[in-house]
């Protein structure tokens, strides 16, 4: 006789939340607001820090410029048109946005330029060789960009002399943490050539980490979890290996989408990764 066979135990379920692998100062929104509200060029040349922002359809660029003019304004802002359904790029245009500081015509000393959305296929999303012309500052404001076919020189959108300020000062490459595969092998292959060209011109690029309250369910409880999150470090080290950033090159956010109100958490990883998006800027400029 013979008993019945007991089942082998489930090991038990990887814990979400790990040791805490990044510092951050969560009551720091009034310094960091005070730095960029601060912030002035040192270089004569350069107006404003331009910040070229690319990435995936659907990663969260717009929604990334939104979610810093909500954070400087102080109230929620919706200037840049951003799609929660659709899976070609709402932004078809290059379209450059200036933050207002204080007065009407008072503006912020940095533009964000966004830009359509990268695809895995050649002929969807925007081309690469429009992507290395607008770094070099050749692309202008209202250019519709073509899945077919890169800009010509006789557009009357192509910049012949571009001046400094036309130029990308900062690249920054917007990934999408709740997609299950962040990143497929062609869109991989077209963001490294883009990187290649920015960084043969010298430029500082970073990674805006974004959806990571849609990524983890634990930050999305409470999202001062993000660097106890082993999820959100798994992602952070991925996007390391297959892209060559170095992870402190990289910042999680949660943007804002359904919120009516500001946060100040929500506020302080905004403002984390701007402020190292104008300090890399502001470096790049100045070594000109």
Known sequence: MGGRKSKPAHAPAPDPLIAEWRKILWGSKKEDLQFVKDYQPYNKEVKELRVLLYG????GKSSFINSVDTVLQGRIALRAQADAVSAKSFTIKRQTYKIKKGGPETFYPFVFTDIMGLEKFDQQG?????MKLDIKGHIKDGYKFNPYSEISEDDPNYNKSPTLEDKA???????????????DDESKIKMRLVRTAARDLGIPQLVVLTKIDEACKEVQSDVKNVYKSKYIKEMMDKISVDLGFPLNCIFPVKNYASEIATNDDINTLILCALKQIIDSGENFVNQL
């Open 126 to 130: 925007v081309r690469v060789e429009d």
């Open 56 to 59: 995936s359809t659907g990663s």
């Open 169 to 183: 000062h900062v690249l920054v490459c917007v990934i999408d943490a709740s997609s299950s595969s962040i990143l």
